[in-house]
T-cell receptor, first 109, second 113 residues
């Protein structure tokens, strides 16, 4: 069965903290891993990762894939209240996109 | 320009009254997905089409059906909505194995009264 597991399921931090979100997947038919941010609407795309060890970066957010460990992390540095959202990891297993349960991040001011 | 369009954005239906949600895309993507998302939960895949091939998830209730008459359109039919079917329904498209992410529509929020 194609699974995507995210941890932690929820997280509360203070502004300025750095957070690391985790995503693990199964190897069969893996094509790519995607990170999305979801506020009160449809998910918005953050990163797509296909190659191991290459960091993708956008402002305070960065992500990297480890194909040996079948996992990815999403880092957010200097968190702001606007980072509060559900962060979703999804894996393209070749014929379908499967989401993890998400990490609910709340950043307190 | 919107590339995945869902209609309506908000839908209120009566308990047991059939309802259809629609999704259209201008991306010519092979795959179209329907997800159900309840409050504070991740999207749950209901089914997807790979071209004309329909793929139902094992735990999708029989109450949910889908149609894809052509590449651009896909419909979600809920035959007899129950109160537990109230949720956001998200449509997404992708090209598997391609170098692009999945694109989402804005969702349809379904209320069952």
């Amino acid at each position: 069965e194609d699974k995507v597991v995210q941890s932690p399921l929820s997280l509360v931090v203070h502004e300025g903290d750095t957070v690391t979100l985790n995503c693990s997947y199964e190897v069969t038919n893996f094509r790519s891993l995607l990170w999305y941010k979801q506020e009160k609407k449809a998910p918005t795309f953050l990163f797509m990762l296909t190659s191991s060890g290459i960091e993708k970066k956008s402002g305070r957010l960065s992500s990297i894939l480890d194909k040996k460990e079948l996992s990815s992390i999403l880092n957010i540095t200097a968190t702001q209240t606007g980072d509060s959202a559900i962060y979703l990891c999804a894996v393209d297993y070749g014929n379908k996109l499967v989401f993890g349960a998400g990490t609910i991040l709340r950043v307190k001011s | 320009d919107a590339m995945v369009i869902q209609n309506p954005r908000y839908q209120v239906t009566q308990f047991g009254k059939p309802v259809t949600l629609s999704c259209s895309q201008t991306l010519n993507h092979n795959v179209m997905y329907w997800y159900q998302q309840k409050s504070s939960q991740a999207p749950k895949l209901l089914f997807h089409y790979y071209d004309k091939d329909f793929n139902n998830e094992a735990d999708t209730p029989d109450n949910f059906q889908s149609r894809r008459p052509n590449t651009s359109f896909c419909f979600l039919d809920i035959r007899s909505p129950g109160l537990g079917d109230a949720a956001m329904y998200l449509c997404a498209t992708s090209t598997p194995g391609g170098n692009t992410e999945a694109f989402f529509g804005q969702g349809t929020r379904l209320t069952v009264v």
